[in-house]
């Protein structure tokens, strides 16, 4: 499960979109910075799900594009034994931002799943626009395409939000082996929340209208089956390939909350995206990340950016990391804490020995997950009096990063202008991994200092059990 946010550009103070969000995962999160890179004639890629995976099918191979763009997403470890490392949201150099959301397909198609099935899991098709789409309108295309072409191998039904700067669309995928698929755009006056991804109504001619896109046979496929009656009226998506529910308490309680803010005269800032990911109402330990994806009009690649937040955003503050940046802080990059299989593995395997899959020196570095999951469980458990300190902390240090990131991105510019986008990049890799490790050195000190707090004052809890504020989710 995830949540997923879409703003329109004409709703915002600063006149870009944004897309925004976190995935509900038991398992690690990661930044996975990926290079531009060039491919050779006849290379292939290996999509899917396997004999394993909770809806079970059989791994195949399809072309790979000739060039994959540069691009900064999530990963994390397992999901329904779908094969990892698994991506869940990011923004390429185009200026395309992705964000991955569960939509239970009906029951009677996930009882046409066959267990052989094949073609791309909701993973990979996450991951291969980030590599290939130059808008979010091709985006689209370009997953009705690989479905066509290849198949979509489900755990039940998704969908994915995509934006860029200028719209965003909504792409749900049903479970069984159907290749059936449906998007609906969101314009820039637009707001959506996705949790669950839903589509309701869709035009009988929707391949020849502007604001949805479709399997050929979206519709013929339900008249056939005996589902839909054309008669009855219009084709509600959710209700007849769906679970029928529409959108859960949470999506609709902070739309409306957006949707007030938009109509202010200040209308909506990068602070109230972040509130929006943030809030105690939404976000708990389930919520294995944070990021907010602002999407200007205009950009140059490397000035392109992500807000990330290393565990939810109630117990970790938003820092921006760029295209430019040339790594990652090792801290923020994968450890064996939460990473599925692990549990078994040894770095110093024996012969006969499952090996771990994360490097020795990176895991002796601090992980900012552990970090500020032990921040999360402590404010959570004595929220009354904890929270109310700990936000006010974190919007404080993103306002001032905020700041100084204009600046930084000013000295980018005039740089790449001056033809030194090296130094440019030296630049941004260095103000980003010193606001990182700023933000991580704070929590520490906080965690050190809620620990004793909490110690004295309530003691340690011994029942097993969540106890935070209280969610609509």
């Known amino acids: 499960m ?43 890629i290996e999509v899917g799900v ?20 540069r691009h900064l997403r999530v990963d994390y470890s397992h999901y329904l034994g779908v094969p990892a490392p698994l991506t869940n949201g990011g923004l390429n150099e185009h200026g395309v931002a992705m964000r991955d959301v569960w939509s239970t397909s009906s029951e009677r198609l996930r009882a046409m799943t066959p267990p052989d099935q094949r073609g791309l899991n909701y993973s990979d098709l996450a991951r291969i626009v980030l590599e290939r789409a130059r808008s979010a309108r091709e985006g689209v295309a370009l997953i009705g395409r690989l479905i066509d072409e290849h198949g979509e191998a489900t755990y039940g039904g998704n969908s994915h939000l995509i934006a860029d700067a200028a719209e965003a669309w909504v792409v749900i995928e049903f479970a069984g082996a159907q290749k059936l698929w449906a998007a609906e755009r969101v314009g820039p006056d637009g707001i959506r929340i996705s949790r669950p991804g839903v589509i309701k109504q869709v035009p ?26 054309p008669a009855a009226g219009p084709f509600d998506v959710n209700a007849v390939y769906g679970d029928g529910r529409g959108a859960w308490q949470g999506a609709r309680w902070i739309a409306d909350e957006l949707a ?30 944070g990021q907010v994806v602002p999407l200007p009009a205009e950009a140059h690649p490397d000035l392109r950016l992500i807000w990330h937040a290393p565990v939810g955003a109630i117990a970790a503050p938003f820092t921006p990391f760029l295209l430019g940046c040339d790594s990652i802080p090792p801290e923020l990059g994968r450890h064996r804490y939460l990473t599925a299989g692990e549990d078994a593995a040894f770095i110093d395997a024996r012969e006969g020995d499952p090996a771990s899959t994360v490097s020795q020196r990176v895991e002796a570095t601090r992980s900012a997950v552990v970090t500020f999951k032990r921040l999360l469980y402590l404010l959570a458990e004595h929220h009354e009096l904890f929270l109310p ?4 902390v974190w919007e404080a240090l993103e306002r001032a990063t905020s700041e100084q990131l204009a600046t930084v991105v000013e000295q980018a510019q005039v740089l790449i202008a001056a033809g030194r986008a090296e130094l440019a990049r030296d630049l941004l890799t260095r103000f980003c991994d010193a606001r990182a490790l700023q933000a991580l050195n704070l929590g520490e000190a906080m965690v050190a200092s809620m620990d004793r707090r909490s110690r004295v004052l309530f003691g340690i809890r011994a029942e097993p059990g969540w106890r935070g504020p209280e969610q609509l989710w």
């Not at 944004?18 to 006849?42: F, N, T, V």
């Not at 396997?50 to 763009?69: C, D, E, F, Y």
């Not at 929707?206 to 839909?228: C, N, V």
């Open 2 to 44: 995830s949540y997923a946010i879409y703003i329109g550009p004409h709703l915002t103070r600063d006149g870009c979109g944004y897309l925004a969000g976190y995935g509900d995962e038991p398992s690690s999160h990661w930044l996975e910075l990926a290079p531009r890179q060039e491919h050779p004639p006849g290379a292939e």
């Open 260 to 289: 007030a803010r938009a109509a202010r005269p200040e209308r909506i800032g990068l602070a109230d995206v972040m509130w929006a990911v943030r809030t105690e109402r939404l976000t708990g330990d389930s919520a294995g990340y």
């Open 50 to 69: 396997t004999p394993q995976s909770a809806m079970p099918g059989i791994r195949s191979r399809i072309p790979q594009a000739p060039t994959t763009a």
């Open 204 to 229: 009988a001619d929707f391949a020849e209208h502007p604001d949805f896109a479709g399997a050929p046979h979206l519709i013929e496929f339900a008249i056939d089956r005996g589902w839909y009656d």
């Open 389 to 392: 300190e700990v936000t006010p």
